[in-house]
């Protein structure tokens, strides 16, 4: 199978069966409990936002542990003609990269951009976008080492986590 691959100019290693690798678990439509006293836990929050005129794009994240910020992420910038769902999947990325050398056993990400859930649950269907790509990857890397859990929570709300 390798060297069919080969022949045909692709890679093994590049072709992902997103729906058998995903170890990690998305809870849409949920409101979960957040910052609970448990210290095998840390909490990250996401968020990307995008202006018209002039066009700007910004995401960042910050993490916690016993509701203490351990690791902000700050004001990140992406190419400006990203949109801000693929910002939003860079944060969630760049957050899950930060938190690789965390010792704690438990990560739940929290996101209000259910487009960047539904994508990275349905990595297939968007597999042509290398963002999303990247962010599945780096999840996967995370959950091999830690339970992984990533939650929307309602964006312009008065919801804990927005």
């Known amino acids: 199978d390798d ?10 290693s590049t072709v992902i069966d997103y729906q058998k690798l995903n170890q990690f678990s ?3 439509n949920c409101q979960p409990d957040m910052f609970t006293d448990n210290d095998r836990i840390i909490y990250c929050f996401t968020d990307a936002s995008k202006t018209v005129k002039p066009a700007k794009i910004g995401y960042s994240f910050v993490i916690y542990h016993r509701k203490i910020e351990i690791q902000n992420g700050g004001r990140l910038l992406p190419p400006y003609y990203y949109t801000t769902h693929q910002a939003e999947l860079m944060a969630i990325g760049m957050a ?6 965390d010792p704690r056993p438990t990560v739940k990400i929290y996101t ?3 487009s960047a859930l539904q994508a990275i649950v ?3 269907a968007y597999a042509k976008d290398i963002v999303v790509r990247q962010t599945t990857n ?3 890397q995370l ?3 830690k339970t992984v859990e990533l939650f929307w929570v309602k964006g312009q709300s008065t919801n804990l986590g927005n």
Do not use: F, H, M, P
Request: charged share 30%; hydrophobic share 40%.
């Open 112 to 114: 209000d951009c259910k």
């Open 96 to 101: 899950a990269r930060a938190i690789l050398e």
């Open 143 to 145: 959950a091999l080492w």
């Open 3 to 12: 060297r069919k691959d080969q022949a045909k100019g692709k890679l093994r």
């Open 26 to 28: 998305v809870n849409i």
């Open 122 to 124: 349905s990595g297939s």
């Open 138 to 140: 780096i999840l996967n």
